[in-house]
């Protein structure tokens, strides 16, 4: 457990990447929410994650601030000041701390990828260190209600970082962080929390896009719901999801760690609340190579075996 609350690890031995398939590449350009128009589902669920956050917010000895959660709640939202924090905020907390200790460890541009809900307010409300650019993969309806909501309460960028969306209903959301600026051979971290997943398939094809465009060594981490393994592989016990996680995990080049909600709340100095909690608090390791380094080392290999033949014939 402590070298993940550092997410500090021996450097990862680099494991060659497979062909990408006509199969995968269709999968990774097809990444999308599947809704309908009318359905407000997700601007809903987006309402209640905020409100956690507002009632955090507004404890005694609050997990972490969030003075932006508040434009999103109803004036008549009730609040519930139980003892215990919410196992969602001390997952919120836990993705925090872990993003900010990584990012302050890269050197020049640092990368940090969130899929969320569209009302994450990390990228307001964080200590984000300069030359930081920020992703956001979210549903473009929740995500520009949410920033017009921001804006009217006077939400910024830290000074010297960048802030980009890239909405989830994208032909292709890989070639959308691309042409944003996103690059396969610099350090980044991913970290999901609150992003629609519908089936199995979907959190898969996740998986798959961040296997392709994270650096070697890179993390991903952050929050899952419970239905995952035990509604789509009827997986119960927790020595069952693990197995279930590793393979999952492996199978596209992560080494995977699940955190347990008691060490974290105690590592915290907090009481965990007596009610259950399944959703999956994890942190993963890209063991292979992105898509941009293997082109990359493709290159560097032709370039150096071209002048290896041009030494000869001379």
Same mark, same amino acid.
């Given at each position: 457990?402590?070298?993940?609350?550092?997410?500090?690890?021996?450097?990862?031995?680099?494991?060659?990447?497979?062909?990408?398939?006509?199969?995968?590449?269709?999968?990774?350009?097809?990444?999308?929410?599947?809704?309908?128009?009318?359905?407000?589902?997700?601007?809903?669920?987006?309402?209640?994650?905020?409100?956690?956050?507002?009632?955090?917010?507004?404890?005694?000895?609050?997990?972490?601030?969030?003075?932006?959660?508040?434009?999103?709640?109803?004036?008549?939202?009730?609040?519930?000041?139980?003892?215990?924090?919410?196992?969602?905020?001390?997952?919120?907390?836990?993705?925090?701390?872990?993003?900010?200790?990584?990012?302050?460890?890269?050197?020049?541009?640092?990368?940090?990828?969130?899929?969320?809900?569209?009302?994450?307010?990390?990228?307001?409300?964080?200590?984000?260190?300069?030359?930081?650019?920020?992703?956001?993969?979210?549903?473009?309806?929740?995500?520009?209600?949410?920033?017009?909501?921001?804006?009217?309460?006077?939400?910024?960028?830290?000074?010297?970082?960048?802030?980009?969306? %890239?909405?989830?209903? *994208? #032909? /292709?959301?890989?070639?959308?962080?691309?042409? $944003?600026? =996103?690059?396969? &051979?610099?350090?980044?971290?991913w970290a999901i929390q609150g992003l629609p997943l519908r089936t199995l398939a979907s959190f898969e094809?996740?998986?798959?896009?961040?296997?392709?465009?994270?650096?070697?060594?890179?993390?991903?981490?952050?929050?899952?719901?419970?239905?995952?393994?035990?509604?789509? %592989?009827?997986?119960? *016990? #927790? /020595?069952?999801?693990?197995?279930?996680?590793? $393979?999952? =995990?492996?199978? &596209?080049?992560?080494?995977?760690?699940?955190?347990?909600?008691?060490?974290?709340?105690?590592?915290?100095?907090?009481?965990?609340?007596?009610?259950?909690?399944?959703?999956?608090?994890?942190?993963?390791?890209?063991?292979?190579?992105?898509?941009?380094?293997?082109?990359?080392?493709?290159?560097?290999?032709?370039? *150096?075996?071209?002048?290896?033949?041009?030494?000869?014939? $001379?």
């Amino acid at each position: 457990m402590e070298s993940l609350v550092g997410l500090e690890r021996a450097p990862a031995t680099g494991i060659s990447r497979p062909p990408l398939t006509c199969a995968s590449r269709k999968k990774i350009n097809g990444l999308r929410a599947k809704l309908r128009d009318d359905d407000d589902s997700l601007l809903q669920t987006a309402i209640n994650a905020a409100s956690l956050r507002f009632q955090e917010t507004h404890r005694p000895e609050p997990l972490f601030v969030d003075p932006y959660a508040g434009c999103f709640v109803p004036p008549n939202v009730q609040m519930d000041m139980k003892q215990c924090s919410q196992p969602y905020c001390l997952a919120t907390k836990f993705i925090d701390d872990k993003l900010l200790r990584t990012v302050n460890h890269i050197d020049g541009v640092k990368q940090v990828v969130l899929l969320t809900d569209g009302m994450d307010t990390r990228p307001y409300r964080l200590s984000w260190p300069t030359s930081t650019v920020i992703f956001d993969i979210s549903p473009e309806r929740v995500f520009k209600t949410a920033a017009e909501k921001l804006e009217g309460v006077g939400a910024k960028i830290p000074r010297n970082c960048l802030f980009c969306h %890239v909405p989830l209903e *994208s #032909s /292709s959301t890989q070639q959308n962080l691309q042409a $944003k600026g =996103f690059n396969g &051979n610099r350090p980044s971290i991913w970290a999901i929390q609150g992003l629609p997943l519908r089936t199995l398939a979907s959190f898969e094809e996740i998986l798959l896009l961040v296997s392709n465009m994270a650096m070697n060594g890179c993390f991903f981490l952050g929050l899952l719901p419970a239905w995952l393994a035990e509604t789509e %592989v009827g997986i119960k *016990s #927790s /020595s069952s999801t693990k197995q279930w996680m590793d $393979k999952l =995990f492996m199978s &596209n080049g992560f080494r995977v760690d699940m955190i347990s909600f008691e060490d974290v709340s105690r590592n915290l100095g907090k009481q965990l609340p007596s009610e259950h909690y399944k959703n999956t608090l994890f942190v993963a390791e890209q063991l292979r190579f992105s898509d941009d380094q293997v082109r990359q080392l493709v290159c560097t290999t032709t370039i *150096s075996v071209c002048c290896k033949i041009i030494v000869v014939f $001379k």
